[in-house]
């Protein structure tokens, strides 16, 4: 083992060699009476309950602004066929042309 | 709009199978002034109107907005049209475009589907009572004096006045250059479907670039935006 490598297992050995005395208070440092120190309980444990009062308390979450909704409107007077397809086999009926109407948009909307 | 008026709406429900169609979803502005004020706008919404056989190909197209007066003339010509071209066939409508194409090119004006009314005095069947007058007689009404057409509406202020000026000058203008355009493109492709017309119909025609996701505007609104680069980052 070269030097390089026993200097980056000192750390680790500083560590473990002290481990036995982290976070782990022994009899000699225990209060003279009195009740034990409470086992600390894991973070879900704590914060769920917390997060459950904050559920239950708090109102519904502020609305997004809408997105621009075009009203509805009646598409003018004319008796309009629900497509061209629709429309052509109703003009194979009756011997009439067909009328087609393209634009951007809905005719049925109100901004088109 | 066109399809509220009475008698466009009875002309359309006894002479043809109607169906409207979304050629995209139209673009809308609307400008909230920050006090409650918000005006809201359609931007370049363009319209055409097609007539087509029963088994659904092009006959002729209006593009763009019309007068009610000028819109129901055109109308009636539709249906003059399809009775015209249904005993004849797709070389009658090619003579037709070919001719109404030659006449607004050179500034005459264009020939009109008259109905023979001797089809009606007499007991005796008419052959057909549709005629495709050429160069039509001066009582005829010129595409331009067309856009005036019918009752003028009563206008409230001077913004509708000028609106419905506005109105006569694109009737005009699509009756004319417009129209033009139409009948060199329907002369070339012959008798098709819609969707074979509708993007260059849109595009060359109605200067709306289907394809295109800011309708050519595209200049306009981000040429001399002067925060371009910003928003880009």
Same mark, same amino acid.
């Given at each position: ?112 | ?56 190909? #092009? /006959?002729?197209?209006?593009? +763009?907005?019309?007068? $009610? &007066? =000028? ?5 009636? !010509?539709? @249906? ?52 495709? #007058? /050429?160069?039509?007689?001066? +009582?005829?009404?010129? $595409? &331009? =004096? ?5 009752? !003028?509406? @009563? ?79």
């Amino acid at each position: 083992m070269n030097r390089r490598c026993r200097a980056s297992l000192w750390p680790a050995a500083v560590l473990i060699t002290l481990a036995p005395f982290m976070g782990r208070t022994g009899a000699a440092d225990r209060a003279p009476s009195g009740p034990a120190e409470p086992v600390l309980q894991p973070k879900r444990q704590i914060e769920s309950p917390v997060k459950q009062v904050i559920h239950d308390r708090s109102g519904p979450a502020a609305a997004a602004p809408a997105d621009f909704v075009n009203p509805k409107v009646e598409p003018g007077k004319v008796r309009w066929h629900a497509s061209f397809a629709a429309a052509c086999t109703a003009a194979q009926q009756s011997g009439k042309p067909v009328l087609l109407f393209h634009l951007m948009g809905k005719l049925d909307d109100q901004f088109c | 709009m066109l399809f509220s008026n009475e008698g466009i709406a009875r002309h359309i429900n006894q002479y043809f199978e109607a169906a409207w169609e979304m050629v995209r979803p139209v673009p809308v502005v609307r400008i909230d002034f920050g006090n409650g004020n918000i005006v809201t706008r359609t931007l370049h919404g363009n319209i055409a109107t097609y007539v087509c056989t029963r088994d659904g190909r #092009v /006959l002729d197209a209006l593009p +763009g907005v019309y007068t $009610p &007066g =000028a819109y129901l003339d055109c109308l009636d !010509q539709f @249906r003059l049209l399809a009775e015209y071209i249904k005993g004849r066939g797709p070389a009658a409508l090619a003579d037709y475009h070919q001719a109404q194409a030659t006449a607004l090119r050179k500034n005459e004006t264009p020939g009109r589907l008259v109905l023979d009314m001797r089809a009606f005095a007499s007991k005796a069947k008419i052959e057909d009572p549709i005629k495709f #007058v /050429l160069n039509p007689a001066a +009582g005829a009404k010129q $595409p &331009g =004096a067309r856009a005036a057409n019918g009752s !003028q509406p @009563r206008f409230e202020n001077v913004q509708d006045l000028a609106s419905w000026d506005a109105l006569i000058e694109d009737t005009r203008r699509n009756e004319t250059v417009h129209r033009g355009q139409i009948h060199e493109l329907l002369g070339r492709c012959g008798l098709v479907t819609p969707d074979k017309v509708v993007k260059p119909l849109y595009k060359d025609i109605l200067q709306a670039d289907l394809d295109d996701p800011y309708l050519g505007l595209g200049k306009t609104l981000f040429g001399s935006y002067p925060f371009k680069a910003e928003d880009s980052r």
